[in-house]
């Protein structure tokens, strides 16, 4: 008798191929939803770390650090560099930028964010500075005056309020005060007095009822978001929700890439100043720190009063438990 010959049919194959091809469609959006919920994992631990940095900076300082020194002349990111395990790196930052108006264009470009005395820093990267949900955009290489600067992005910002950059009442809005400012500039920036920082016995809203920092998106290209040396882009106003629709304002159109898969943009005017809003790459929402050093994930969906209410130092609002 002949014997019958062993192994699979073409059909049988193809069948199993079919019953794995579906089997790994299933499967895939899971991993993804893992892996996802991995990197949000380790972007709010990176948001504790830099919270506690704060508390460390404020048991050495009695206050918070600044959130920038105008435009130009350094933002949070390089005064708690010391409370990050970096004093090497701080001790490279030169903060002789003058704190007074009339400095003509020019002069202290060697002392700016970009010039010869700081780009040791600016040019490093961080990775507590960095969400692994996003995609950096370093170094930036751009051209002023003749002088090319090479930099890097960051994905977190501090709280400067419930309104804009100028943290001033705006749209009937009146600005609730918040954990840090500009403490000013060389140039003047905006016209704006230069503030004193801001110790936790001005946070009379309550610390665990106060936004410290939250996540920002960086911009890709020439877009400027998330590139946090430069002062504006260190700081998220809660004048819009997380992940809003309403496009962040910023100083220029140069710095404004308005196309995937940047966030909408504009530019400001003397009507709209600047703001610019927390933004993630996680689905939902955004990941935060209050100022008491917790952290928790808000939802793109929470109510703006409830948002504004949170960014807002000594506004005197009640933001209730599980509101956000």
């Known amino acids: 008798m002949r014997r019958r010959a ?16 579906v089997l790994l469609a299933l499967l895939l959006p899971a991993v993804q939803t893992a892996r996802e919920s991995a990197r949000r994992t380790q972007c709010a631990g990176h948001l504790k770390q830099i919270s506690l940095a704060m508390h460390n900076y404020y048991s050495v300082h009695s206050t918070l650090p600044p959130g920038k020194k105008g435009c130009c002349w350094g933002t949070w990111l390089v005064y708690i560099l010391p409370q990050l395990e970096q004093q090497p790196l701080y001790n490279a930052w030169n903060s002789c930028g003058l704190n007074a108006a009339g400095i003509p264009m020019g002069y202290d470009l060697d002392l700016r964010f970009f010039g010869a005395a700081n780009v040791t820093v600016t040019s490093t990267t961080i990775e507590t500075y960095l969400c ?84 920002v998106v960086v911009g890709q290209g020439q877009d400027l978001r998330g590139f946090s040396w430069w002062g504006d882009a260190a700081t998220f106003e809660a004048f819009t929700t997380p992940n809003a629709a309403f496009p962040d304002v910023l100083f220029s159109p140069l710095y404004c ?20 809003a927390a933004r993630s790459r996680h689905p939902g929402g955004v990941n935060v720190a209050m100022c008491d050093g917790s952290v928790s994930f808000v ?20 933001v209730g438990a599980g509101s956000y």
């Open 132 to 215: 692994p949900s996003d995609q950096t955009n370093a170094p930036i290489s751009s051209t002023l005056n003749r002088r090319t600067f090479s930099c890097t992005s960051q994905n977190y910002a501090v709280d400067f309020g419930n309104t804009t950059v100028l943290q001033a009442d705006y749209q009937g809005i009146p600005f609730g005060g918040a954990p840090f400012v500009d403490i000013g500039s060389p140039l003047g920036d905006y016209g704006q007095p230069a503030h004193q920082t801001v110790p936790f016995s001005r946070i009379t809203d309550g610390l665990s009822q106060t936004l410290m920092l939250s996540e």
């Open 257 to 276: 890439i308005n196309q995937s898969p940047n966030p909408p943009c504009t530019t400001a005017t003397t009507v709209l100043p600047e703001m610019y």
């Open 6 to 21: 062993t192994g699979f049919t073409l059909i049988e194959l193809l069948v199993v191929l079919g019953i794995i091809g």
């Open 299 to 318: 939802k793109e969906a929470v109510h703006l009063q409830v948002w504004r209410a949170m960014s807002t130092a000594h506004g005197g609002e009640v």
